[in-house]
């Protein structure tokens, strides 16, 4: 089952949120790590967002489906709901990986959401506050479970945070967006600074543009540009595309073999970064 020897990655721990998704980062992510002998606890909310219900999140047998898929493989896996902006809630999937697998060793704060591409003057303090409940609380709430663990137990460990090129420049339409994922970034760097004493790294990633169905959906990111444009989704797609210097949109799987590096044996003198894997878009 182990991909890489030498990676230190094999027996490792590993929670993991928002991989009920099938095409997400997330279940990427947890393809990966399991692919290298980590045992895994993943996560997703499995129901419809608060105020969003129309926003395609997970839902109930997504979780279950990945789960399976990654049993198939011989993987040890154990999949619970979680709402990220919860502490209990958070606080339990720590408490799971200890009495499951006795121990955590790395922590992927994956969950995220983007509800209302619309210009500031239009956006409500409701999904203001809802985007950076998830985005940022959510990772908050993620990072400060993971390292109460880790500094407990001694033996260091990795705390990965899933951002955005969106966290590094302003986009339009992405004001609650573009503030959550600037927050990450900033929570990574103190959070860097005060596990770093415990031999424990964070860093973030900060993925690009992926050509998914959430972007596609109505009211997604080639929706709302095109309606700020006045132009078809195609023509928003293409012109995406364009910006990128590498000529391709993303995939997961670009963002997770990031999220591997930084969380195996080689990554272990990086920490409060947040790494591009952008294709070029992003270059700061």
């Known amino acids: 089952m182990t991909e890489a020897a ?12 928002g991989v009920g998704r099938e095409g997400g980062i997330g279940r990427a992510t947890a393809r990966a790590l399991a692919a290298r002998g980590a045992r895994l606890v993943i996560t997703d ?19 279950d489906e990945a789960a399976a898929e990654l049993a198939a493989t011989g993987a040890e896996v154990l999949a619970l709901r979680c709402d990220v902006t919860r502490e209990d809630e958070v606080d339990g999937l720590v408490g799971a990986a200890v009495e499951e697998f ?6 992927v704060a994956n969950a995220g959401v983007s509800t209302s591409n619309v210009p500031l003057t239009e956006l409500t303090a409701q999904a203001f506050d809802q985007t950076l409940a998830v985005n940022l609380r959510g990772t908050f709430l993620c990072f400060r479970a993971a390292l109460r663990r880790l500094v407990k137990q001694g033996r ?35 959070a860097a600074k005060e596990a770093g004493p415990h031999g ?20 997604g990111l080639w ?10 989704k ?23 073999d990031l999220i591997v590096f930084l969380a195996s044996a080689q990554g272990g003198y990086v920490t409060g970064q947040a790494i591009n894997t952008t294709g070029g878009q992003e270059m700061h």
Do not use: H
Request: hydrophobic fraction near 40%; glycine fraction near 16%.
């Open 6 to 17: 030498g990676d230190g990655l094999a027996g490792t721990v590993a929670v993991i949120t």
């Open 234 to 256: 195609e023509e928003v797609r293409q012109a995406t595309l364009g910006a990128i210097p590498l000529g391709r949109f993303q995939t997961p799987q670009d963002v997770s």
């Open 45 to 63: 909310i499995g129901r419809p967002l608060d105020g969003a219900p129309d926003y395609r999140l997970s839902t109930a047998t997504d979780l």
């Open 102 to 107: 006795g121990g955590l060793d790395v922590m």
């Open 156 to 190: 260091g460990g990795r705390v990965i945070a899933v951002s955005s090129q969106a966290g590094k420049t302003g986009w339009p339409l992405l004001g609650a967006y573009c503030a959550s994922k600037f927050g990450v970034n900033g929570l990574v760097q103190v």
């Open 200 to 219: 424990i790294t964070v860093n973030a990633v900060c993925p690009g543009t992926l050509d998914n169905p959430l972007n596609d959906q109505p009211g």
């Open 223 to 232: 929706d709302a540009y095109s309606r700020l444009q006045g132009v078809s």
